[in-house]
């Protein structure tokens, strides 16, 4: 007589010992993926940004990032344009924070020549900014929204950086958007 082990003699109680081990087994994973979900913490964005710079010919997009790194992420798109021609900068920037209203967020914007199209490094928004501007505002949950369009001309010929952000929004990080202008 052939002898199968515990389960050959026991019938269905056999059935019920190889399922409860795979149970056993199932639970341990279910456990993990809980710790998982449960203790990897998430990190939701509160602010959605929209840019572009329009030449009227070519567009180009800027869409959300973090900051840090200071010039985030994502690469930036590129608009060529001659001297002095009118180009559209606009942007939107929208809350998408679910909780409670965001307090005194500073909004700022700006054009400012940088070195290279592409640069990692932020240049200085100083006294040879095409465009700046900055204000405080509250954003209600989810529906808080703001933007800016503006029609101008660069005159002088060279790289710009073009970058709408936020400031002290009560993260561990701030959300920008961005493109570069080179201007011949």
Do not use: W
Not at 56 to 66: C, I, M, V, Y
Not at 67 to 96: C, W, Y
Not at 117 to 146: E, S, W, Y
Not at 174 to 184: L, M, Q, S, T, Y
């Amino acid at each position: 007589m052939v002898d199968f082990g515990p389960t050959a003699t026991r019938g269905l109680r056999g059935v019920s010992i190889i399922r409860q081990g795979i149970m056993k087994r199932f639970a341990k994973y279910i456990g993990f993926l809980l710790v998982l979900v449960v203790c990897v913490p998430a990190r939701a964005e509160h602010f959605e940004y929209e840019l572009t710079v329009d030449n009227g010919h070519e567009k180009a997009r800027g869409s959300s990032d973090d900051d840090p790194p200071a010039m985030g992420l994502k690469p930036r798109e590129v608009v060529h344009v001659k001297r002095g021609q009118p180009i559209v900068f606009q942007f939107f920037m929208t809350s998408n924070f679910p909780h409670d209203p965001l307090k005194n967020v500073g909004v700022l914007y700006y054009i400012v020549p940088e070195e290279k199209a592409g640069q990692t490094t932020k240049p200085p928004i100083g006294d040879d900014a095409v465009l700046r501007g900055r204000f405080v505002m509250d954003f209600k949950p989810n529906t808080g929204k703001v933007g800016v369009r503006q029609q101008l001309r660069i005159d002088k010929p060279g790289i710009y950086l073009v970058r709408a952000e936020s400031e002290h929004s009560a993260s561990d990080h701030e959300h920008f958007a961005a493109v570069d202008v080179v201007v011949e």
